[in-house]
């Protein structure tokens, strides 16, 4: 096991870290732990479960070549203590989103050669033991044409996924429609732009800032304008390709084997910018009005 500050994962609570900035200065490297199990070779994508099921698990998939199936981590040790397996086969998955207690969406969105006429996204349970299953997959249509991406998000208040494509000067947010059907073909709409070869991304726990990653970099945006705050560089890792929100922290994970973890600490802007969405002031108002300290 890494020896350094290991995080309690999933034992934050939101309204705490929305209302004080967040500690130290990103960049630095803070390894949590390092993954064990051999079958975890291209780490590309990454969630933190929360809920009575799953708080303090990290779950991780591998690139594209891998069967259908996540990992779920236990952080104090960095072994697996659960494998969801799935069939059919997936084409390319690339990105891990939370889904909910006990589940993860899977991101079946690679397209190196955008040959693709669709994508598709599954939602999975997760948790310790082993679990066979076969989800329902949701077919996702790019209005403009096929497209490579490595970056899925769950808004944490309202459910609603997004894709960021993966372009090598920028690259754009999609939206998906919501609920989600199973029966046809989901068309998603493009919203903003987003900078280029991102290749995961988190929203901030009140849904109101959205952080990308590239490989060197991350990049804070405002939710529902998608309008840049901030960036900063991350640390130096071989292929980073997973992101995700621990407490205060982001946790940052790359492809290799047996790789680490690492924390990075959110600026101080980025509980501001939560603080600034839609959804929280309309919180504040209301609490205001009752008298109630928010």
């Known amino acids: ?172 947010v999609y939206a998906a429609p919501s609920p989600l059907r199973a029966d046809r073909a989901n068309r998603l709409v493009e919203v903003a732009e987003a900078p280029g070869i991102v290749t995961d991304a988190t929203f901030l726990p009140g849904g109101g800032g959205v952080v990308m990653r590239t490989y060197s970099a991350a990049h804070l945006s405002a939710y529902p304008s998608w309008q840049p705050v901030s960036s900063w560089d991350l640390p130096q890792q071989d292929q980073g390709e997973g992101i995700a929100l621990a407490g205060r922290d982001l946790l940052v994970s790359t492809e290799g084997a047996r790789s680490e973890v690492l924390a990075v600490p959110l600026p101080p802007e980025a509980g501001m910018t939560d603080l600034r969405s839609p959804v929280w002031t309309s919180l504040r108002w209301l609490a205001t009005a009752r008298g109630i300290p928010l």
């Not at 004080?20 to 780490?43: C, H, K, L, Q």
């Not at 952080?75 to 993860?104: M, Q």
């Open 1 to 172: 096991m890494v020896q350094g500050r290991r995080l309690a994962i999933g034992a934050c609570v939101v309204a705490p870290f929305l209302l004080g900035a967040a500690a130290g200065t990103p960049a630095t490297d803070d390894a949590v732990f390092r993954f064990t199990d051999p079958d975890i070779v291209e780490s590309s994508g990454l969630v933190a479960l929360a809920g009575p099921t799953g708080a303090g698990l990290v779950v991780t998939t591998n690139d594209s070549g891998d069967a259908g199936r996540v990992f779920t981590v236990d952080p104090a040790t960095g072994d697996t203590v659960g494998v969801t397996s799935w069939t059919p086969e997936p084409t390319d998955v690339e990105a891990l989103a939370p889904a909910g207690p006990g589940h993860v969406w899977v991101g079946d969105i690679g397209d190196n050669q955008r040959a693709r006429t669709s994508v598709e996204v599954l939602r999975v349970p997760v948790g310790r033991g082993r679990t066979t299953t076969s989800p329902r997959a949701y077919e996702l249509v790019y209005p403009d044409g096929a497209r490579d991406a490595e970056a899925l998000l769950s808004h944490p208040l309202t459910g609603q996924l997004f894709i960021v494509t993966k372009g090598v000067f920028s690259g754009s």
